[in-house]
């Protein structure tokens, strides 16, 4: 009895060991993280649709102190979650939503994320140019007299809107809306 004790009691040290030393750890990524990706083609509101799947691909490794959780050549599925068409006044615009992540290995895990180029998750979506300018005349006092310039503003009416999209190769960020556990 005393001998399954010593056992059981040794064996349960050596586990808790190498579980300490780094053995069986997992490296998190928060909720917030940039990771840099790229696709290899054209995604564009002229050709996609919402709910269409898109593929990403990491340019290098993403490492978390020692632990390479990211590996370089990731790929990263999600779909089109938002896809505006261009209209008057204001160019057409794409969101794109990530729900998995493939490992070089084929390893597939599930990761929550969206693309965002650095200021806004929303690619495209500003205003067209003006279609026209009008001359206008500003009127102001000096010290001594009344004077003007004359200056060109937008008329109002503005160009058709340009289709948005993503070129080949072109730098974008994943931002994990939360976080992404990577058991190594």
Known sequence: MKKIVLSITFVSVLIL???TKGYCQSAVLDKGTFILVNTRKILSTETLQE????YFISPADVWVDETNIVPKNSIFTGYVSMLKMPVK???????????HITLPNGETKEFNGKITDGNSDMIGGE?????????????????????????????GEYEYGR???????????IELESPYISNQ
Do not use: C, E
Not at 89 to 99: D, E
């Open 127 to 155: 205003l067209a140019p003006p279609a026209s300018y009008n001359k206008m005349t500003h009127l102001y006092q000096s010290r001594w007299h009344w004077s003007g310039t004359t200056q060109w503003v937008p008329s």
């Open 51 to 54: 709910g269409d799947r898109v």
């Open 163 to 173: 289709h948005r999209g993503i070129k080949p190769g072109q730098n974008l960020f």
């Open 89 to 99: 006044g204001v160019n057409g615009a794409l969101k794109f939503k990530i729900t």
């Open 17 to 19: 060991s190498l579980y």
